[in-house]
């Protein structure tokens, strides 16, 4: 039987790859391009269309709309981001320590993430519309949902996404944990060092990297926000909880604004990417630090 070489292994690769990065030009790296094309245009998303230069781009600073839905969305990522990271710690910790059925309640905690997100929130749509208010009215003689308030209904939102995204870093932050040597907490406790103290000199310093990395994907999903959003406010009441994802889709879509948005998306990314880029020079210097 005759030996395949190493060209053919080649040709075999190659012949693999060809189909998949033809796919992502036509799905991914294309329509990017034709947005951004779109974005220099006042095209509605159908007709015809004129290009405008750089006016949607100076009129999204001028924008109120557009100018509430980043802030809440800052607001929201901030908040999620803080959270999630907090609890996902605390859950990490305590799921690598030596209790009985870790494995299982690994498992447990991870089912959030394998859940769709429209899902969860329609979930909590109905916990939010119906449950909570009744509990409310049984309590306290009178209830409303927290979705229907201006100034709350932001809360939930965070709730949401916040109970769907521990799930992925907790998982992120044991493996982090189990990083850590032995050795160093055995050294550590001829020291002196317990509790907060070992935590705050030997376990964060050495898993700061693993920080990082939930750090800047927390953020960057946090910042996306949308199927929660539809599914729970569709960025009412009053537009009070429309994301900048959200307020792309739906004016983008069906308000006749697809240039306007195109040109929104765009700053959207590159804010994004800066926003990561920041968080990665930041907590690198840190490391460097530790």
């Known amino acids: 039987m005759k030996k395949k ?15 998949l990065v033809a796919l992502f030009f036509l799905f991914n790296t294309l329509p990017l391009i034709r947005g951004f094309m779109y974005s220099f245009t006042n095209f509605r998303g159908y007709g015809t269309y004129q290009n ?51 494995s299982g309640l690994r498992a447990m905690y991870f089912v959030p ?13 109905y916990f939010f519309t119906y ?17 229907a308030s201006e100034r709350w209904a932001w809360i939930a939102i965070v709730i949401v996404c916040a109970w769907q995204a521990i799930a992925m870093q907790t ?3 044991i493996a982090g944990l189990q990083t850590v040597p032995e050795d160093v907490y055995e050294a550590g406790a001829i020291d002196g060092s317990s509790g907060w103290t070992k935590f705050k ?26 199927d929660q959003i539809m599914a729970l406010t569709k960025g009412g009441p009053a537009q009070s909880t429309e994301s900048i ?3 792309i889709y739906n004016n983008g879509m069906a308000g006749g604004q697809f240039g306007f948005q195109s040109a929104n998306a765009v ?14 020079k930041f907590m690198g210097k840190k490391e460097e630090q530790l």
Not at 87 to 92: F, G, H, N, P, T
């Open 5 to 19: 070489s190493k060209l053919d292994f080649d040709r075999t690769y190659i012949w693999m790859t060809i189909p």
């Open 52 to 102: 405008v230069g750089l006016r949607n781009y100076v009129d999204l600073f001028t924008d109120a709309r557009v100018g509430h839905s980043y802030l809440f969305t800052f607001g929201v990522a901030v908040c999620v981001t803080i959270v999630v990271n907090v609890i996902s710690l605390v859950l990490a910790m305590g799921l690598n320590s030596k209790i009985k059925f870790k």
């Open 113 to 125: 993430n394998i859940l769709g997100a429209l899902v969860v929130g329609y979930i909590f749509n």
């Open 131 to 147: 449950i909570m208010p009744a509990f409310q009215k049984m309590l306290l003689g009178s209830g409303s949902s927290i979705l």
């Open 171 to 173: 998982i992120i932050y």
């Open 201 to 226: 000199t030997l376990t964060l310093p050495l898993i700061l990297p693993f920080i990082t990395i939930n750090l800047v994907l927390t953020m960057k999903n946090a910042l996306m926000v949308f």
């Open 245 to 247: 994802s959200y307020l």
């Open 267 to 280: 700053l959207f990314f590159v804010v994004i990417v800066l926003i990561s880029v920041f968080q990665l």
